[in-house]
């Protein structure tokens, strides 16, 4: 069984910084790509940040500039380094994961989800 436990939210002032990070336990036998994904109270989830497992990555254009995904293949942990913060940014934050767990196709995966709360 996979598990992906996010931790570092929190309530931070607008301008502020917090970073996120979410690791992946179990019988994992490769991480493809990684992210993280947020949802505001009334509002569809969208994507934040990708990573591939070669380091390659991708943002909304909503965090561009100040938000910066990040991973460790040896640890099976990616990060979320978010600065200058604005309220807008309130949401749970979710990992996801796309990770094989043996010779078969690879499954996504979720984290029980992070608070983050940016005060104006």
């Known amino acids: 069984q996979v598990q992906l436990v996010e931790s570092g939210g929190g309530l931070v002032q607008a301008g502020g910084s917090l970073r996120l990070s979410c690791a992946a336990s179990?019988?994992?036998?490769?991480?493809?790509?990684m992210g993280w994904y947020r949802q505001a109270p009334g509002k569809q989830r969208e994507l934040v940040a990708t990573?591939?497992?070669?380091?390659?990555?991708s943002y909304a254009d909503s965090v561009k500039g100040r938000f910066t995904i990040s991973r460790d293949n040896a640890k099976n942990t990616v990060y979320l380094q978010m600065n200058s913060l604005k309220p807008e940014d309130t949401a749970v934050y979710y990992c996801?994961?796309?990770?094989?767990?043996?010779?078969?196709?690879?499954?996504?995966?979720w984290g029980q989800g992070t608070q983050v709360t940016v005060s104006s």
């Open positions: 990573i591939t497992s070669g380091g390659s990555t």
């Open positions: 996801n994961a796309q990770i094989q767990i043996d010779r078969g196709s690879f499954a996504n995966y």
């Open positions: 179990g019988r994992i036998l490769s991480i493809n790509v």
